[in-house]
């Protein structure tokens, strides 16, 4: 194994030094001269730092760093995830190259990241448990274990299945409360498939996770009083105005909230070593690369660090409940979303059919499954 070229604790501070001065500065400084293109097709690569970093376009360790050629070996894929492809070229880094450092940077609104949470994943989830040796996805498992299944659990386990009627006409009630009860019919001639609410307890039509989450939906629609298509449309559209003004004012904040963290850090920084007597040759190039931040910023004393320290209070605090306000709005959002999903299906007609779509699809691959097995042991 290649001795490292720098220590890890030299090459994180050289990381930090480049993010200050990519931070104040308005101009790249990465250094892409003909020269360094030249030093480098000729003697090989000697990277500092290993950078784990996601496929996005907006994040660029070169330049948030401002490294320049041959100073980063940076490993990109979607999600910033290692798997053995990524774990075989930070093993080369670091025991060819000398590598001493290595980095997973992670960012905000990661569209993979999204993807996963917020969409549906066909079936791809998968785990490993403790001593297995491989992953498998989750849809081996049974039906109680699908991505539909799960994301439905975790979306209406806070949702009574009670509803509460009222006197009140409401055609999508009356169209939630004819589908309910195909739905439990289905589920006790088993012309369904089965997935459990509660996963502790047997299979039954009450314990039917469809039937729960139409039931879930008709006590949100009952509480809310909402009677007709029209209404579901404007509360949802009300609901999706609300989660993009909570987004925007909560990734406003935010960005305000780090950037007074990171000058606070540097003016702290700055105000230490402006007292030694003596500096190292990195400690002085921290130092101008702080005083360059602080005199951006008009900070001049440690009275006006103390202002700035009392401001960052105050931001996070708002941070802290514009991330309640924001996961609220997003949560009834999503709430609705399935909601309005379900309705349009019950509307045209293509709920029950799918559930029995899906159940048939499932005896057809099960006797595929067994036929196969029969082929195979002969």
């Not at 996005?56 to 401002?66: A, K, N």
């Not at 994301?151 to 939630?176: F, K, M, N, Q």
Request: glycine share 6%; hydrophobic share 35%.
């Amino acid at each position: 194994m290649k001795e490292y070229r720098i220590s890890a604790e030299e090459a994180k501070q050289r990381l930090i030094i480049g993010n200050q001065k990519y931070i104040v500065s308005n101009e790249l400084t990465s250094n892409v001269s003909p020269d360094t293109l030249l030093k480098f097709s000729q003697s090989g690569q000697q990277p500092y730092a290993i950078i784990i970093t996601c496929s996005d376009s907006r994040v660029v360790p070169e330049l948030i760093f401002s490294a320049g050629i041959g100073d980063l070996f940076v490993i990109r894929v979607a999600g910033n995830v290692i798997d053995s492809h990524q774990l075989g070229s930070i093993e080369y880094a670091a025991e060819h190259l000398g590598t001493g450092l290595i980095v997973v940077l992670g960012h905000d609104h990661c569209g993979a990241v999204d993807a996963a949470m917020n969409h549906e994943p066909d079936g791809y989830i998968s785990l490993k448990a403790p001593g297995q040796g491989r992953f498998i996805r989750t849809k081996t498992l049974g039906e109680d274990y699908t991505a539909e299944s799960l994301v439905s659990r975790i979306l209406w386990s806070d949702v009574g299945s009670g509803a509460i009627l009222t006197d009140e006409p409401s055609p999508l009630r009356e169209s939630y409360q004819i589908v309910i009860g195909q739905v439990i019919q289905l589920a006790a001639e088993n012309r369904k498939v089965q997935r459990r609410r509660d996963r502790t307890a047997p299979y039954s039509p009450q314990n039917d996770m469809d039937v729960h989450r139409l039931s879930a939906q008709i006590t949100i629609i009952n509480r809310d009083r909402i009677h007709s298509i029209g209404e579901l449309e404007g509360k949802t559209e009300s609901l999706k105005a609300s989660y993009e003004r909570a987004r925007q004012e909560l990734n406003l904040l935010t960005t305000q909230h780090d950037k007074l963290s990171s000058l606070i850090q540097q003016s702290e920084m700055y105000f230490a070593l402006s007292d030694k007597e003596e500096l190292s040759d990195m400690e002085q190039l921290r130092l101008t690369v702080c005083r360059q931040s602080v005199e951006n910023n008009g900070i001049r004393t440690l009275a006006d660090l103390d202002r700035m320290k009392a401001a960052f209070a105050e931001t996070d605090k708002k941070t802290a409940a514009l991330k309640e306000n924001f996961k609220r709005c997003q949560q009834l959002f999503d709430v609705y979303s399935d909601i309005a999903k379900t309705y349009y299906e019950i509307f045209q007609g293509d709920y029950i059919t799918k559930l029995v779509e899906e159940e048939r699809q499932r005896q057809e691959q099960e006797r595929h499954k067994t036929h196969s097995r029969k082929s195979h042991s002969s």
